[in-house]
Every structure is written in C-alpha cells, then in structure tokens.
C-alpha cells in the first residue's frame, strides 16, 4: 500500500538516539526505476518522500513546506501538466510565460526558499544559465553519480543551516 506522502515518514526512519531528525528531502520523480535507486542510495542518510507529478509536489509542498529541507527536481515529469522547471520557477515565487496556463493546483503556491536540486538527463534542453535562473541551485545528470549527489545535498543544506 502506498503511504500519502503529504504525512510524517515512518519513524523507524528517525535517528531517536540522537535526538533530531533527519534531513527531509522531496524528490519530485516520474520514473518509478529513478525513484526506487534514489530511495534505496539515499535513505540511509535522509529521510526521502517522493512526488511522481507536478501535481503530487504541490501537494506535498502545501502540506510539508516548513519541514522538507531540499528538493531534488526532475525537468521531465511525464504525465504532468508542468516540467520540473516551470514547478520550479511557481516555487521560487516566479511567473510563467503568458502563453502558459497554470493548473488549478499550482496556483497560489506558498515560495519555498530551499535549495532545490535539478537531477536530470534532460539538462541539454537548457543553458546552466537558464536552469540557474529557473531557480535551480545546482544540476546533477543523469545517470546519476551518487557520490556527488550526496555532496551536493549535504553543502547546500549545510550552507542553509550555517548562512
């Protein structure tokens, strides 16, 4: 059964004998094999929920904004009215072009300042320029070297808890 992911994870995903909890990434994700790697490499160290539309992430935004910690962003969302970067731009507080409609949904979305990191194979669609505009605060392709990606995570939250 699959858990709503607008809800606290698990809490055998917590660090009790530390006493704080764990970084709380949204990864906004349409391919279930890129989902379930990311999941399986980066659980041990995060806590990870999963959004699989555009939709599914405004959701999750709206419900969890003041807890998620850094957003991991796919540009190709199939299935979805949005990309990964025109989500990105209504979250950082950004119109759309006017030729654009922007569903129901995603309409009124609170800003949400935390870092957000594209993981995509669809980077060359786009100039580093534009997806740094966008609001992106890094790009990592795909397939994805999760060594860098965990480096990646861990300074821009650092940087956020330190700036």
């Given at each position: 059964?699959?858990?709503?992911?607008?809800?606290?994870?698990?809490?055998?995903?917590?660090?009790?004998?530390?006493?704080?909890?764990?970084?709380?990434?949204?990864?906004?994700?349409?391919?279930?094999?890129?989902?379930?790697?990311?999941?399986?490499?980066?659980?041990?160290?995060?806590?990870?929920?999963?959004?699989?539309?555009?939709?599914?992430?405004?959701?999750?935004?709206?419900?969890?904004?003041?807890?998620?910690?850094?957003?991991?962003?796919?540009?190709?969302?199939?299935?979805?009215?949005?990309?990964?970067?025109?989500?990105?731009?209504?979250?950082?507080?950004?119109?759309?072009?006017?030729?654009?409609?922007?569903?129901a949904?995603?309409?009124?979305?609170?800003?949400?300042?935390k870092?957000?990191?594209?993981?995509?194979?669809?980077?060359?669609?786009?100039t580093?320029?534009?997806?740094?505009?966008?609001?992106?605060?890094?790009?990592?392709?795909?397939?994805?070297?999760?060594?860098?990606?965990?480096?990646?995570?861990?300074?821009?939250?650092?940087?956020?808890?330190?700036?």
């Amino acid at each position: 059964m699959r858990r709503d992911p607008s809800e606290a994870p698990p809490a055998s995903r917590t660090r009790p004998s530390l006493g704080t909890r764990r970084e709380l990434l949204l990864y906004v994700e349409d391919d279930d094999d890129n989902w379930e790697v990311a999941e399986y490499r980066l659980s041990e160290t995060y806590d990870i929920i999963r959004a699989a539309t555009a939709e599914e992430a405004c959701k999750i935004v709206r419900a969890r904004r003041n807890e998620i910690d850094l957003i991991l962003m796919d540009i190709e969302l199939r299935g979805s009215d949005l990309n990964g970067v025109e989500l990105t731009e209504l979250l950082r507080g950004n119109n759309l072009p006017a030729t654009k409609t922007i569903p129901a949904y995603a309409r009124n979305l609170p800003p949400v300042s935390k870092p957000v990191i594209y993981v995509t194979a669809h980077g060359k669609r786009y100039t580093n320029v534009q997806l740094m505009l966008s609001g992106a605060d890094k790009v990592i392709a795909k397939p994805v070297n999760f060594a860098d990606l965990r480096n990646a995570v861990s300074e821009l939250i650092q940087d956020r808890t330190t700036g």
